[in-house]
């Protein structure tokens, strides 16, 4: 090879050569990689993405000297190098120089049905990459019909010059970059507006021709689960990644009594790649696919890519290389992708499967089932009484559905949004559930559901939920397990080893506390217990409370409610032994715990003795125009102070029973929907009432804190004065964020699709906390609460707590801890870890 | 009289004695200012608050010395005098001073008549007053009897001492000063919680025994016009207000056909009563009402208080002194309160009226208005045909309901709030309203209304429907008439001379704008086009559009809307002449225009030649769970952009249309419930190109502004980047208030009156701008849209816009204008008006 190149237009990879990702992309700097350590990688020239930006709008580099750069009459090929290998790049291009003349001269030195392969997979590739012909014209093996073929579309013989055909590579592959579809996909996969390409020309090895020749691919661990397995194909007579590909003749690479191996054929060759693969993992720290060509019995390795992996395995392999010392915990902490967690928390579709779509709708609870469809609750228990897994479809569900949601696996609902019942609940119970999925129709009365394409599925018709992707399928899909033991456990408890902020898990029941305390939760952040109510017995009696005529009357009712809430406490505080448990006192609209249908609203009339006109009467009366803005929360605690009375007896009479064997319990009690002052100077003044009276009638002293949840813009502005008589403040950012935007999330599912891919949104502020807005707000109430209360408890409770940038943003204004949803927390640890890695690495090594 | 007084304790009031209204309260003051004017006072003597607040606590002046201030053997009487002589005060005593002894001396020179009436009256009132005994007892004409009375309740004779009389009296009216019914009806007046009472010690003018001798009462403008008209009555031996107070013998003061007069019986006393009240109208600056003695012939002046008057006869009074030279017309300015000027702009219950309510509720929209029950919009339209006048009754109303309100002169609702249905359109329509009834009870079958006490009323009985106080009455109540002529548009005129802000009004419709028009409003700041589709020829074609198939289907009855939106900007640039119009984009949620009983979807379906299950489908499919925080506003503008394009094109059709004959419109477009910046980027890319094209079609130039209502509080705190594309910022602080108290305005009813009542907020933040929260929003997202862009108009347009306090807020953040309903104009201009007097006074008179 010659010496004196252009530099600022190509440069030979060479183990000192000036090759930078982010110059010439993230293929050439792997190549220069495996060039160091010594493996034999053809003599290989990159194309910066200076130089392919300049290629594309018509300055060349000099052709001659890029092919000087090889040996005489090389064969070359040349393939995409951008920055990041996700961001896609044109298809590989080979056997760039093959001629006619060459054709003819190959055919003696190699045989003719090499060099016919050789020439063949030219032809095709420039015609329908670079020259933009239809595919079928060029299909066809001989070499005479597809040069016809060429000149008779271009009315101009098939090049012949190797320089030319370089030429219209290179700018074939430069402009296509440029083109809209491959910029949208890659800005989808997060690539700048300005992400460049570089280009990798490299000199073939051919794999055709005689003694042994082929190509092959081969990886060292499985990309399912991460664990050591050598997998990969090998294909005789073959280029590229053809091994892999389909073409029939490909065989195994390890000894297998299914056939024949790479291992049986070249024992040396595959003795070689096993010490490459080592050579990789140690050296490249990174599990690595390598694909290699052999030619006349000699290895080449022609190109490494990070072994595409499920994350499940990815989390193998990080933990891994930790522990065998290649990388460090720290590493390991920051190779995996928080958001790339759930999916090993739940069962899942296997990704790889073909998905047969009946119905779309919103992920309301993540993870994956499959059973028989079911259209009402008695059929649901029916159903689970033969030990048959069934998925509950109704239009909607209500407090009357509860049983029904407990025999189902999954529940799938054409109406309802992220914090419908039906939502709220199955997240509650851990089933997958998919709601508002409004392009299937529901006939109750025949008992069928139709799909988006017509079909229709009967009672008993099996269908598997997606609740991570928010679809129903047809028929029983496969399904991978959760995978949340081993790695999961050790690399979260490196992320927790570097954590500099809490997290808590918000849970209301005792299977979310004890899901809570198997993620390592440090203590329960919300525990909303209105969901408490939901049971059948206790609605009743909740709605003999709200029935009631008198505060005497009701007063007598809550009195039977009482101890079912202590039981509810006591059964949380011995779970969470030992961490803070933070319950928000009752929060929706009384309307959310009477019934809609007729026949609710008929058994609750019976069971009150009332006329159902009256029944219907009172129900109509606590109808709210928009329930969210309504006569909830705090407002509910000052109309009705009866029902907080109640509830802060339990809480303390929980606490003093639950402290009589063991460390003491501090509960938390959180007053939602605060607007104003003085609503937390009223129930305070009650609650610490309470208190007192609990300390005589037990002769046991307790203490307890009381803190504010802040959901209203209001309460975010004027937290000084709040922070007065408050303990903590919890920042529950999903009503932060409707009210900020003035959006519902239950009605937001309507247009939220089409304003996010507008732009009109960035992202959806339900999922990603709008940092511009409303984290101005907690921002705001940070700083005021702090300053009304020094010593003040900071903290985030909404659904965005489970969010890596919200975390990025709590730690930044400096909160206590997040508390997230008790699937969330794992992702949380992992993110709230990593932020502190990265705080530390950036101040080890400033920029 | 004796010179050297305990000037500490007491004061004699002369012309130049150190008395002052915030020492010794209004009453002593205006005497004061009497004596400077000549007038014939007895011997007054004025104790100071503090001396008051001694007596109370126990400590007594020197009672020998205060007595011997006056004559030899006075008679006196004590009167309360409180800083403001609204704040009330206890009962005068008359006759201090009358003993055994006396009464028979007085006997002898009075005769035994008038003797009996000053000894008679004192008892009583020292009985009853001083020793709290049972007013009872002491019905009886017989002096002895009387006495016997006393001493057998009190177990001792009936003092003898006037010193020990005065004693009583003193410390008896200085602790009911102290009482807590006393205290809570000042505060409820506005009197601060240390609010002083002095009072006057007088000596008597008898007004009994020989020549002639009685008392009366004079005022010299009416009190329910302000028109001059001598008013007052006089009655022959009698003392205090007896004259009024329904004594009979009573005589008329000018010569009157109906019966004698004083100005008969005494010229001379009369034209000296004429005299003094010329002087007290000239001199002390008000039209005051003064209460007279005669004693044997001789006139003495008692007293002169502020004549109580309607709001109407303030604006007429203030008028007629600046007119007359007595006060400046700034001055006259500030007499009248804006809160009183909404008396006059509609038909109002008398206040003077006994009020019977049948059902209480919100006050949606003010005026008052007799007429028969109807109980539906059929029933309301035939009763308009009949010419009988009629209040339409309902549950509450839909858009099928508009033709009977159209015919109704009142609409009275069992549910809704400020922002229903009924309450917008009666507002528009100006309508007298009451909403949320909820005290009243509904039959629809029944066709009756049964009221808080049971009464039943049926179809056609009458009542009177208060929508100023949010009442209906039973039977046929006295109404005045508004007031807005003359004197009315005189002050409005000398206050917008002062004001420097801008005041326009909110209107939808052609009525609207030349009611906005007649109140002198600078334009329409808030034109809501959604009002304009509720006719029931355009509803039809607008559920046309809700229901088409297709972007194409949409677009084609659009086409039909157009002319009809093109028609309504033509009627409303052609009131509104050389004044800006800015018209507000489509807001409500679609299902705001479809129907909601089952009636009203068979004839929809009919219409539409739809099955009705398809209808109740897409009903349904639109329905919201919040529909204030869902898909409306610029959410339905991004969504179905052909709604604005084609409100665009009419607007600026309608601009071409109306310049052509007179100055150019200068239309402003507004965009409602913004939240992010590309919201506005989006809408103003489509705009534009409306008035691009509309300007090529019509071969037309004109200019139009586009700005964004700001409703959110994201839209505040991002203010900035929004300023970049809006020419105005608009606060929406209807909906602000909701956003950031989390709180919807249709259900914040259920208790709002307990929270405002228990004080956790201070006012209802929907009737006063709640400064602290919702006002730093206003002034976040006035500081940054200033500096995102430099020229930005700001301007409010909630309903606050016409609450003195929010103008003054207004005015202080630096907006150009507030808009506010049209009946509000005058009030805004008249605050307005009044707080730059306020600013220019305090400028000039530095405290």
């Not at 491959?182 to 794999?207: I, N, T």
């Not at 047809?474 to 954590?499: H, K, M, V």
């Not at 247009?751 to 960035?762: H, L, N």
Request: hydrophobic share 40%.
């Amino acid at each position: 090879m010659q010496q004196h190149i252009d530099i600022a237009k190509f440069t030979e990879i060479t183990p000192t050569a000036p090759i930078a990702v982010n110059a010439h992309g993230g293929r050439a700097k792997c190549l220069q990689r495996l060039i160091r350590l010594g493996m034999p990688v053809p003599d290989t020239v990159a194309l910066s993405f200076a130089t392919v930006r300049d290629i594309a709008s018509g300055q060349l580099p000099d052709i001659n000297a890029l092919i000087g750069q090889f040996g005489e009459n090389p064969l070359l090929s040349v393939r995409p190098s951008s920055q990041d290998p996700d961001w896609g790049g044109p298809g590989a291009i080979l056997n760039i120089g093959m001629t006619d003349e060459r054709h003819a001269a190959l055919s003696k030195t190699l045989g003719a049905p090499a060099a016919d392969a050789l020439y063949r997979r030219f032809i095709q590739s420039y015609a329908v990459e670079v020259a933009h012909l239809d595919p079928d014209s060029f299909d066809t093996e001989d070499i005479g019909e597809l040069l016809d073929a060429y000149e008779y579309e271009m009315d101009e013989p098939f090049p012949q010059e190797p320089e030319r055909q370089l030429t219209d590579v290179l700018r074939s592959m430069a402009r296509a970059w440029d083109g809209t579809s491959a910029r949208l996909l890659r800005q989808a996969k997060g690539a700048p507006a300005d992400a460049g390409l570089g280009l990798v020309v490299q000199e073939m090895a051919l794999g055709v021709g005689p003694g042994e020749s082929g190509s092959g691919v081969i990886q060292f661990v499985d990309a399912a689960t991460g664990q050591p397995q050598i997998t990969g194909r090998y294909l005789s007579q073959s280029q590229g990644r053809d091994a892999v590909t389909g073409e029939s003749g490909a065989i195994y690479l390890t000894r297998d009594p299914r056939g024949p191996s790479l291992e049986d054929l070249c024992p040396d060759i595959f003795a070689a790649l096993i010490e490459h693969g080592k050579m990789c993992r140690s050296r490249l720290r990174e599990e690595m696919q390598v694909e290699f060509t052999i030619q006349a019995g000699a290895l080449s390795i022609l190109d490494a890519v990070r072994l595409p992996r499920l994350a499940r395995a990815n989390v193998a392999i990080a933990v891994a290389l930790a522990e065998d010392g290649i990388i460090s915990q720290d590493e390991a902490v920051l190779r995996v992708e928080p958001r790339a967690l759930p999916e090993l928390l739940h069962q899942q579709v296997d990704p790889r499967h073909r998905r047969d779509v009946v119905a779309n709708g919103i992920a309301a609870s993540p993870g994956a089932a499959t059973g028989r469809i079911v259209f009402s609750s008695r059929a649901a228990q029916q159903s689970a009484a033969r030990e048959e897994p069934c998925i509950l479809v109704r239009r909607e569900t209500s407090p009357e559905d509860i049983r029904g949601m407990h025999a189902a696996i999954g529940v799938l609902t054409e109406r309802g949004g992220m914090t419908s019942h039906a939502a709220v609940i199955a997240r509650g119970l851990g089933l997958p559930c998919v709601v508002g999925a409004s392009t299937m129709r529901l006939n109750r009365r025949d008992k069928t559901l139709t799909a988006m394409d017509g079909r229709i599925f009967r009672e008993g018709d099996i269908i598997t939920l997606d609740g991570t992707r928010g679809e129903a399928l047809s028929g029983e899909a496969p399904l991978l397990e959760p995978a949340i033991d081993g790695a999961f456990q050790t690399l979260l408890g490196w992320a927790d080893a570097a954590r500099d902020i809490g997290v808590r898990a918000n849970a209301d029941t005792p299977a979310e506390a004890r899901t809570a305390r198997a993620f390592a939760a440090e203590g329960i952040g919300l525990c909303r217990t209105e969901h408490m109510f939901f049971d059948e017995q206790r609605l009743t009696v909740m709605r003999e409370m709200i029935f009631a005529d008198s505060a005497g009357e009701r007063a007598a009712v809550l009195e039977r409610l009482l101890p079912m809430q202590r039981a509810d406490f006591i059964a949380l505080f011995e779970i969470m032994r030992g961490q803070p448990v933070c319950i928000r006192l009752l929060d929706p609209p009384l309307h959310e715990f009477l019934p809609s249908g007729r026949e609710g609203i008929r058994d609750l009339a019976a069971a009150l003795n009332l006329p159902i006109h009256d029944v219907t009467r009172r129900i109509e009366a606590l109808s709210e125009f928009n329930p969210m803005l309504g006569m909830r929360g705090v407002r509910l605690g000052i109309a009705i102070p009866e029902i907080y009375d109640m509830q802060a007896r339990a809480i303390f009479e929980a606490t003093v029973e639950s402290s009589q064997d063991g460390a003491p319990v501090v509960p938390e009690i959180m007053i939602p929907l605060v607007s104003a002052k003085r609503e937390v100077e009223l129930v305070k003044a009650r609650v610490d009432a309470v208190a007192a009276a609990v300390r005589v009638e037990t002769g046991t002293d307790f203490t307890y804190s009381l803190g504010v949840m802040v959901e209203t813009p209001r309460a975010a502005l004027r937290a000084d004065e709040i922070a007065q008589n408050a303990a903590f403040l919890s920042f529950g950012t999903n009503d932060l964020t409707q009210m900020a935007y003035g959006l519902s999330r239950d009605d937001a599912g309507r247009f939220m699709g089409s304003y996010v891919q507008q732009g009109v949104f960035a992202e959806d502020p339900f999922h990603r906390l709008d940092i511009d807005g409303v984290g101005e707000l907690l921002t705001i109430g940070a700083e005021r609460g702090r300053h009304g209360r020094p010593d003040i408890v900071l903290s985030i409770c909404g659904e965005h707590a489970g969010d890596p940038d919200s975390i990025a943003f709590c730690r930044a204004v400096g909160f206590t801890y997040v508390s997230c949803s008790p699937f969330r927390v794992p992702v949380a640890r992992l993110a709230a870890g990593r932020l502190a890695i990265e705080d530390r690495n950036a101040r080890n090594n400033p920029a």
